[in-house]
């Protein structure tokens, strides 16, 4: 799969936008991305100026476990969760290997074409503060 999509904070956006690759295996139960964190991310915190960076353009590589919850004719449901790589530590989490977690759902455009809505959060689980954690919305398109 190969998409774009957009970071944000609860109830805001931070001006990044995110490019994807996707591998998928064994029938979407296994997927392996690449996702190139394009632009600088800005969040609104009290204690530092409207203009601070909160993340810098960065790599963030994932490896995850997809289940199929639903199948509705051209419709499919996944939820995921597994492991990521960041490339950098900054604002949003301290340290570079997160948890990863996905809500997607898939249309089936044709036989062997779909797209992907995907909204996914990557986070350190508290491990160490502050963990604001990376969320992202992406919109894929996938052949197999």
Do not use: C
Not at 52 to 74: D, E, K, N
Not at 98 to 107: D, E, G, K, Q
């Amino acid at each position: 799969m190969i998409g774009v999509g957009a970071t944000y904070w609860p109830w805001r956006w931070t001006d990044g936008i995110v490019a994807p690759i996707m591998l998928e295996v064994d029938q979407s139960r296994w997927e392996l991305g690449a996702f190139r964190f394009a632009t600088a991310q800005y969040l609104k915190f009290n204690r530092y100026p409207p203009s601070t960076i909160s993340a810098h353009p960065y790599w963030g590589f994932s490896a995850m476990r997809r289940w199929q919850v639903l199948h509705r004719s051209r419709w499919k449901l996944y939820l995921g969760f597994g492991a990521v790589y960041r490339s950098e530590t900054d604002l949003l989490e301290p340290i570079r290997w997160n948890f990863a977690y996905l809500v997607s759902l898939r249309y089936a455009l044709r036989r062997n074409t779909f797209l992907e809505f995907s909204v996914r959060h990557w986070s350190d689980a508290w491990l160490k503060n502050p963990n604001r954690g990376q969320n992202f919305l992406l919109l894929s398109v996938g052949f197999h």
